[in-house]
C-alpha cells in the first residue's frame, strides 16, 4: 500500500497535475484532462505563441496563432529552432465554425475581445481568457500573470519559476541601480509604436511607463494611452532619446538622415534606437524581458554602456532558462532587428 501511494505521488509530479480545474476572475471554470497538444491562440492574443514555444521548446501544439504572430516569429530566432512554425496556420479569423474545425483541446483568446471569448467559452473546449491591462501595464507581473496561469496548463510549473524568479530579480537590479543614481537626472525618452507619417505618428502609453521608469528613462508623453503625435509635438517634446519598437517598419537611420528631425536633441546626438527582437516584440509582454530591461538601461546611461557583456548575458540567459543554444549571429540579431518584423497586417 505504502508502495502505491508513493508511486502515485512520484506519478504526479512526473506527468503532471491532471485533470486540472482551470478557473479565471469572472467565474468561468472548467476541467482540462490532459497537457494540450492542439492549442489555438485567437483573439489579438499576439505575445502568446511566442510564449507557448519558449515554455514548451516546441511549436508543435500550436494549430492557428494571428496573422502578426507568425509573421515576427518568422522574422525572429526561433524560426531557426522551430522551423514547424512555418506551417501552422495564421490569420484574424474569428468564426468560431472554422477555429473548432482544427479540432483545438484549448482556446486562448484576449479577454478584450468579449464576443469571441465567449465563443469560445460556450464551444466547450477549455478556455483562457488573458488580459493586457490587468496589471496596470506593468510587463512583469503581466508576463507572471500569464505564465502563472499557463504553467500548471502546459506542465512547465518549475521552468516556469526558474524564468519569473530571474525575470523579477533583472527587473530588482535595474531599479536599485537607477535609485542609486546621485543625481538622478533621466534622460528624456520617446517611444514611438506607430509611424505612418511626419504627421501621423503614435508614441508613448502602455508599457512605455514601465520600461523607461524601471531601466532609468523618463517618458515625455504623459498618458497610459497610445497617443497620435505630429512631428511639430516632438519638436516641443525635444527627447534625448528616441526608441522604435517593433510594431512598425521604422528604422533609426530613417529619421536619422531625414532634414525635417535635425532639430531634435535625439537626433543631434545620434540617440536613436529600434527595440531589439528576441523571441517576440519586448514592448509587448515576453519572455525577452529580462533582456530588453538590460539593454534600455544602458541606452539610457551610455557611460555604462557595456554591449560584450550583454551579448553574454543574453547567450548565459537562452541558454539556461529555455535551453536554447544560439550562435553568435543568431544572438547579434537579436539587437539588430530587421524591418519587415515590424509588420503586423
Known amino acids: 500500500m505504502r508502495f502505491i501511494m508513493l508511486y502515485v505521488l512520484l506519478s504526479a509530479n512526473v506527468f503532471g497535475a491532471f485533470p486540472y480545474m482551470y478557473k479565471d476572475d469572472k467565474g468561468y471554470s472548467v476541467e482540462i484532462p490532459?497537457?494540450?497538444t492542439r492549442i489555438v491562440i485567437g483573439g489579438g492574443m499576439w505575445p502568446l505563441p511566442s510564449v507557448v514555444i519558449m515554455l514548451e521548446k516546441s511549436a508543435k501544439s500550436i494549430v492557428y496563432m494571428p496573422k502578426s504572430s507568425k509573421n515576427v516569429l518568422k522574422n525572429s530566432f526561433l524560426l531557426d529552432m522551430f522551423p514547424e512554425i512555418n506551417a501552422i496556420p495564421s490569420g484574424e479569423n474569428e468564426n468560431i465554425e472554422d477555429l473548432l474545425s482544427l479540432k483545438p483541446d484549448l482556446f486562448v483568446c484576449h479577454s478584450a475581445n468579449i464576443k469571441l471569448c465567449q465563443a469560445m467559452k460556450q464551444s466547450k473546449i477549455p478556455t483562457i481568457e488573458l488580459s493586457v491591462n490587468k496589471w496596470g501595464y506593468n510587463s512583469f507581473e503581466t508576463i507572471k500573470g500569464w505564465i502563472t496561469v499557463l504553467a500548471p496548463i502546459l506542465d512547465v510549473e518549475i521552468k516556469a519559476k526558474r524564468f519569473l524568479d530571474f525575470t523579477q530579480s533583472i527587473q530588482d537590479e535595474m531599479m536599485?541601480?537607477?535609485?542609486?543614481?546621485?543625481n538622478n537626472i533621466k534622460p528624456k525618452a520617446l517611444v514611438i509604436h506607430y509611424f505612418e507619417s511626419d504627421k501621423a505618428i503614435w508614441a508613448g502609453g502602455i508599457f512605455a511607463d514601465y520600461l523607461l521608469q524601471t531601466s532609468g528613462g523618463q517618458n515625455v508623453i504623459a498618458s497610459q494611452n497610445i497617443v497620435k503625435i505630429t512631428l511639430e509635438d516632438i519638436y516641443k517634446l525635444n527627447p534625448d532619446i528616441i526608441y522604435i519598437n517593433n510594431f512598425n517598419t521604422l528604422m533609426p537611420q530613417d529619421i536619422l538622415k531625414s532634414p525635417l528631425w535635425k532639430p531634435i536633441k535625439?537626433?543631434?546626438n545620434k540617440r536613436v534606437y529600434k527595440f531589439p527582437l528576441g523571441s517576440y516584440r519586448p514592448f509587448a509582454p515576453s519572455v525577452d524581458l529580462s533582456i530588453l530591461l538590460q539593454w534600455l538601461y544602458m541606452c539610457n546611461n551610455p557611460s555604462e554602456m557595456d554591449f560584450d557583456t550583454l551579448l553574454h548575458s543574453t547567450e548565459v540567459f537562452y541558454r539556461t532558462y529555455f535551453d536554447l543554444h544560439l550562435s553568435k549571429?543568431?544572438?547579434?540579431?537579436i539587437f539588430s532587428p530587421t524591418r519587415e518584423a515590424g509588420e503586423i497586417k
Open 34 to 36: 490532459k497537457k494540450p
Open 176 to 182: 536599485k541601480k537607477v535609485r542609486a543614481k546621485s
Open 266 to 268: 535625439a537626433i543631434q
Open 329 to 333: 549571429k543568431q544572438i547579434m540579431s
